[in-house]
């Protein structure tokens, strides 16, 4: 009787875990996923791919009211949230189906049930039966965390549930400052919803470039987005179908619904992390792994979101490969996490890769700034109040472009080519010598020829 039952026993069927399970099993291994909801994972079923299809349905409002400037005169527009959302499930289900049949074609076997440690090679099935596996990863993701137990936490809803409403809020207050709640504020003040951003900080989009968070943050009000900072929910009480939310200001406000997107939690519970010996990371609560995504257990593994490292469905889906290149393919394979670039769909977008300003004067001694903010060309002719801002970060000494930073429409699809040029080293002489792409809002980031600001930091005294 063989020692183990499969070679490799991955637990969660989203983008990393499905990556890891079919290339693994193009190695030659015995492959088993579990998945205890629906194949794809966060970023397919309630997350990415589902926000984005809110996002163009949203936009096109904008497009609408844009058009009267150049000729067109549409008769009365109506919007019905029910079709909207019902086409998206359509798309989503398609989707789902699609991830399990490129499990199964490259030879996987999926259990559609919940899958916990019994010790670091044995997995309880929730049907009872035990699976022992050489290898184990852990692919679970993570969850929305509404952060401390105030009264009232039982009428908030997350982004989970936000995707399945049944009808659109008139007026909504979310509570965050960070992707999710910024791309979320966007898509219902899109759809005409009033629409009260609640944040505890200074400021939006902490972590992004100062320019960047106070760009975004103007171009949302413009568009009737309320943005408050440094306050948070105290409590939120419910009169009918209506909600009151308090603030800790003092303040209140009435709403239909309330939402809070106030960050995410590794989904490491009740798994049995602890009779396998898995340990988890005391900085971030996510499982501890080291540069080749091995916990401090060696035959079990652990990518994405569950880590806690960078909460990206690109970044799961490389360590996954990796992973299954080192330990089946046995050519090891480490990730690098430097400069990835990123998006938020917000309205206006926002594409970032590399430093920020403030991160590079801390690490640098030189660093100069290039920024345009203009008003791109489409709206010259619609009217519409909104301007783009790019934004490149340099090494005064070498010339290395360190970051880039676009506010604007497909901002994410100009970042993703900027940013191989920034995983190349490219200097501001090589964007200077490439020629320009006439009409475009892209061609700023070649024809920028003086810095806006230089920043030398002087050499501290021996």
Known sequence: MAEFDVDLFVIGGGSGGVRAARIAAGHGARVMVAEEYRMGGTCVIRGCVPKKLLV?????????????????????????????????????ARLEAAYTANVEKSG???????AVFEDPHTLRLATGEAIRSNYVLIATGGAPNHGAMIPGIEHVISSNEAFHLAELPKRIVIQ????????????????????????????????????VRSHVRTEMEKEGITVLTGCTVAKVDKHGKEFTTHL????????????????????????????????????????????????????????????????LTPVAIREGHA????????????????????????????????????QARAQFRHVDIYKANFKPLKATMSGR??????????????????????????????????????????????????MALHPTAAEELVTMRTPTARHVREAAAE
């Open 56 to 92: 163009y349905g949203s936009h096109i409002r904008h497009e609408i009211e844009d058009a009267a400037g150049f000729g067109w005169t549409i008769p009365h527009a109506t919007f019905d949230w029910p079709t909207l959302i019902a086409n998206k499930d359509k798309e989503i």
């Open 108 to 114: 996987a076997r999926i259990v559609k049930t919940r």
């Open 176 to 211: 965050g400052g960070g992707y999710i709640a910024l791309e979320f504020a966007c898509i219902f003040a899109g759809f005409g919803s009033d629409v009260t951003v609640i944040y505890r900080g200074d400021n939006i989009l902490r972590g992004f470039d100062e320019d």
């Open 248 to 311: 800790s200001n003092g303040s209140s406000i009435a709403s239909d619904q309330v939402m809070f997107a106030i960050g995410r939690h590794p989904n490491v519970a009740n798994m049995g992390l602890e009779k396998a010996g898995v340990a988890i990371s005391p900085k971030n609560g996510g499982i501890a792994v080291d540069h080749f995504s091995q916990t401090s257990v060696p035959n079990i593994y652990a990518i994405g979101d569950v880590t806690h490292r960078l909460n």
């Open 323 to 358: 992973f299954a290149d080192t330990v089946f393919g046995k050519r090891p394979v480490e990730v690098d996490h430097v400069n990835i670039p990123t998006a938020v769909f917000s309205q206006p977008e926002i594409g970032t890769v590399g430093l920020t300003e403030a």
């Open 385 to 434: 109040d909104t301007r783009i801002l790019m934004k490149l970060v340099v090494d005064g000494e070498s010339d290395r472009v360190l970051g880039c930073h676009i506010v604007g429409d497909t901002a994410a699809e100009i970042v993703q080519a900027v940013a191989i040029a920034v995983k190349m080293k490219a200097t501001k002489a090589d964007f200077d010598a490439t």
